[in-house]
């Protein structure tokens, strides 16, 4: 090593530590002591850039919670309870964000929800330094102007036949709007034998067919319809009551659980008011058989969840008026499995859907909700014209053979309410203000 007194002797400038093995010392040091702090500042980088896109969820969960509460508002009216329970089920579905709490706050004269969430940011180096603070955001959503008078809603946005009228098939919905989401330029099917008869078509695609068979033009490249009933809570329930129940003799139902489906075959069967949940199986009707209920909805949850109503089935039923399946007579989970059948060797598999073929479905008051999955109207006479009004809701529609679906719209004949985003001209819009 070269000492000061080398300066004198020489004459020459030192540079201390200038041998190589001295340099790469001094420079590893270096590097070693700012190698965590530059970790640790890019960490921390990192951690906000995510604490944003956490807060950007957080604050669109509270976005449409609030929106789901105030469609509630406009099915219950003055129930806080209930609309707060919407708003908090959505909220609270979302189990996988820690230290997750919502706080509802109702106006019922200004017609408006606040839905406040908080949660702790996941993190990794934020949160031990105490630079991250709990996220918490607030929306605000509000009942205003008016909304159409919408009776039948086509939900899915890719299928090639989101409304399919074969053979002699009739609908009929002469005071109300039939709305397709699907982009598809063949949306709406309608063969040369079927007809519509129908106030107005909103088509997001196009259409094929012939116009003599559709009393409206549709609209095309309309802007897509948000699903009315998307935030409405599933019911609560546990355990099974009835396992594989079928029913044989004439008896009543009970309100239940019923696991591995419910078939009533040649008997009647007179439904106690409330809910009945069908657990993976099909609610059926055959053989001659009868299901008649007021005041009665279904939840079809889970594996082959769904609607066959056969040829001599009869149906009379009426939707709750009060509870969590408020003016809905049958609600599917959304998340149902999907259950396929072949169509022969080189075709595409055909997904079953929910089948309504009785000739004896006149009466279905309230409102049909199936996102899951088709709903089949098959059959001879018409479905659902002694009814006092009808709302459905699905994935997509297809009419064979006879039948004639009747969409009825006198909303004020009954008192089962009718969900916010369909039904009469006088219903408000929920949109968020702040």
Same mark, same amino acid.
């Given at each position: 090593m070269f000492y000061v007194t080398d300066l004198i002797e020489t004459g020459r400038p030192i540079v201390f530590g200038s041998w190589k093995g001295e340099t790469d010392g001094t420079t590893a040091f270096i590097f070693a002591v700012m190698l965590p702090i530059l970790l640790l500042l890019g960490g921390? $980088? #990192?951690? @906000?850039?995510?604490?944003?896109?956490?807060?950007?969820?957080?604050?669109?969960?509270?976005?449409d919670g609030a929106l789901y509460a105030v469609r509630e508002m406009e099915i219950v009216r003055n129930d806080e309870r209930r609309i707060e329970e919407v708003a908090l089920a959505y909220v609270y579905s979302f189990d996988d964000i820690p230290d997750l709490t919502a706080n509802v706050q109702i106006d019922l004269p200004d017609k408006t929800v606040d839905?406040?969430?908080s949660a702790s940011?996941?993190?990794?180096?934020?949160?031990?330094?105490?630079?991250?603070?709990?996220?918490r955001v607030k929306s605000t959503a509000q009942l205003v102007g008016q909304a159409g008078n919408t009776c039948l809603i086509a939900l899915d946005e890719e299928t090639k036949f989101a409304? $399919? #009228?074969? @053979?002699?098939?009739?609908?009929?919905?002469r005071n109300c709007a039939l709305y397709a989401n699907s982009t598809s330029p063949e949306s709406l099917t309608v063969l040369p034998r079927a007809q519509i008869v129908v106030s107005d078509v909103f088509l997001v695609g196009g259409y094929i067919g012939s116009l003599r068979g559709i009393s409206a033009t549709p609209v095309t490249d309309a802007p897509p319809i948000v699903d009315p009933l998307a935030g409405r809570p599933a019911p609560n329930y546990s355990g099974c009551d009835h396992i594989e129940r079928r029913v044989t003799t004439d008896t009543t139902l009970e309100p239940g659980v019923y696991c591995g489906g419910l078939e009533i075959s040649g008997a009647r069967a007179t439904l106690?008011?409330?809910?009945?949940?069908?657990?993976?199986?099909?609610?059926?009707?055959?053989?001659?058989?009868?299901?008649?209920?007021n005041d009665v909805g279904f939840y079809l949850t889970g594996m082959n969840a769904k609607l066959?109503?056969?040829?001599?089935?009869?149906?009379?039923?009426?939707?709750?008026?009060t509870g969590a399946l408020t003016g809905l007579l049958f609600f599917a989970d959304a998340n149902?499995?999907?259950?396929?059948?072949?169509?022969?060797?080189?075709?595409?598999?055909?997904?079953?859907?929910?089948?309504?073929?009785?000739?004896?479905?006149r009466r279905l008051v309230g409102t049909i909700y199936l996102p899951d999955d088709k709903l089949v109207v098959d059959g001879e006479t018409p479905v659902a014209d002694e009814s006092e009004y009808t709302v459905i809701v699905a994935q997509s529609f297809e009419l064979y053979n006879g039948p004639n679906l009747v969409i009825q719209t006198d909303y004020t004949?009954?008192?089962?309410?009718?969900?916010e985003g369909v039904g009469p001209n006088n219903a408000t819009s929920a949109v968020l203000v702040r």
């Open positions: 921390i $980088a #990192l951690d @906000q850039s995510a604490i944003q896109s956490q807060r950007a969820r957080i604050q669109n969960i509270a976005d839905v406040t969430v940011p996941q993190t990794y180096f934020a949160n031990p330094l105490g630079m991250a603070s709990t996220m409304l $399919a #009228l074969n @053979q002699r098939s009739e609908l009929t919905a106690e008011p409330g809910i009945y949940i069908i657990e993976n199986g099909t609610l059926s009707v055959n053989n001659d058989g009868w299901i008649l209920g066959n109503f056969d040829e001599d089935s009869h149906i009379d039923l009426t939707a709750p008026r149902n499995p999907k259950t396929m059948r072949s169509r022969g060797r080189g075709a595409p598999p055909l997904r079953d859907g929910h089948v309504i073929r009785s000739n004896d479905a004949a009954s008192d089962v309410p009718v969900p």
